[in-house]
């Protein structure tokens, strides 16, 4: 804020804007400002921006779109007529509870952080179930169940989202211990008999890193087992083959990402509490 108004004054003059103590800024208007137009890190595209609303209104002030003592008010719905359309949107994709198999991520990206949805979804619907047997109902007065001498189905994994090497190799070790977890703890075959596709929206931004086996885990869990995650919630950690939680970058950045966003609970790993506690409160 006290950036965004500095570099007002200086653009005014540059502007040749001498009534500028006239313009008002709502304060929402500088939260959009700040939130989706200029999130990269340091203060160059907020300068930039600053300096075409200045001059945006040295222009219509001269096209006579204004009074001389009329009190211009920039607010958060009138932003776009001085700076165009947003360069970011919002990343939310669900406001109501996500559907089993949706989990949200935490990543860093050179904007700073951002949240990363990521979905699963059984994709194989036929009628033989997972131990190979079906039902066979006969045309006769007499109905007759065979059993079938199929063998056990083995599940797939289909993978989309523009993903680099070490995220895929994420989603392998992800994958095989949920499938650990299914079978040891809750007498559960779904994601070994089950075709599955997990898919990262956003395919034109790559993505990369392994600190999101932890939210990848998490979502086929939550689709073999049917339960859905709170939508306020969002995690990140990567983990190890044996289900080990290890530390990750990027805390305060992905810290930010989710407060702008507007989630409030959030999962690290237990070893990244000195990164967090370093983070002011406000």
């Given at each position: 804020y006290?950036?965004?108004?500095?570099?007002?004054?200086r653009?005014?003059?540059?502007?040749?804007?001498?009534?500028?103590?006239?313009?008002?800024?709502?304060?929402?208007?500088?939260?959009?400002?700040?939130?989706?137009?200029?999130?990269?890190?340091?203060?160059?595209?907020?300068?930039?921006?600053?300096?075409?609303?200045?001059?945006?209104i040295?222009?219509?002030?001269l096209?006579?779109e204004?009074?001389?003592?009329?009190?211009i008010?920039?607010?958060k719905?009138?932003?776009?007529?001085?700076?165009?359309?947003?360069?970011?949107?919002?990343?939310?994709?669900?406001?109501?509870?996500?559907?089993?198999g949706?989990?949200?991520?935490?990543?860093?990206?050179?904007?700073?952080?951002n949240?990363?949805?990521?979905?699963?979804?059984?994709?194989?619907?036929?009628?033989?179930?997972?131990?190979?047997?079906?039902?066979?109902?006969?045309?006769?007065?007499?109905?007759?169940?065979?059993?079938?001498?199929?063998?056990?189905?083995?599940?797939?994994?289909k993978l989309?989202?523009?993903?680099?090497?070490?995220?895929q190799?994420?989603?392998?070790?992800?994958?095989?211990y949920?499938?650990?977890?299914?079978?040891?703890?809750?007498?559960?075959?779904?994601?070994?008999t089950s075709?599955?596709?997990?898919?990262?929206?956003?395919?034109?931004?790559k993505?990369?890193?392994?600190?999101?086996?932890?939210?990848?885990?998490?979502?086929?869990?939550?689709l073999?087992?049917?339960?859905?995650?709170?939508?306020?919630?969002?995690?990140?950690?990567?983990?190890?083959?044996t289900?080990?939680?290890l530390?990750?970058?990027?805390?305060?950045?992905?810290?930010?990402?989710?407060?702008?966003?507007?989630?409030?609970?959030?999962i690290?790993?237990?070893?990244?509490?000195?990164?967090?506690?370093?983070?002011p409160?406000k």
């Open positions: 006290l950036f965004f108004f500095s570099s007002r004054r653009h005014t003059r540059c502007s040749g804007v001498s009534w500028a103590r006239r313009c008002v800024q709502e304060t929402a208007a500088i939260e959009k400002l700040l939130n989706s137009y200029a999130r990269e890190p340091g203060v160059r595209s907020l300068e930039k921006l600053t300096k075409r609303i200045c001059e945006k040295g222009l219509k002030y096209r006579e204004y009074k001389e003592n009329e009190e008010r920039i607010t719905d009138n932003l776009h007529e001085f700076i165009g359309l947003p360069r970011f949107d919002e990343k939310k994709m669900y406001d109501t509870i996500p559907p089993p949706i989990i949200i991520g935490l990543a860093y990206n050179a904007y700073g952080g949240i990363l949805y990521i979905e699963t979804m059984k994709t194989n619907f036929d009628s033989v179930d997972a131990t190979g047997k079906a039902t066979i109902i006969q045309t006769n007065q007499q109905s007759q169940h065979v059993t079938t001498t199929t063998p056990i189905r083995k599940g797939s994994l989309t989202g523009s993903l680099g090497d070490v995220m190799e994420s989603i392998q070790i992800a994958y095989t949920a499938k650990y977890i299914c079978s040891q703890f809750f007498n559960n075959d779904f994601l070994e075709d599955l596709h997990i898919h990262f929206p956003d395919g034109a931004s993505k990369d890193g392994p600190s999101a086996g932890v939210a990848i885990t998490s979502s086929l869990l939550s073999a087992l049917n339960v859905q995650m709170e939508k306020e919630w969002a995690m990140t950690g990567e983990i190890s083959l289900g080990k939680v530390k990750i970058g990027g805390v305060k950045e992905k810290m930010l990402a989710a407060k702008r966003e507007g989630i409030t609970n959030l690290f790993p237990i070893s990244n509490r000195v990164d967090i506690e370093e983070i409160e």
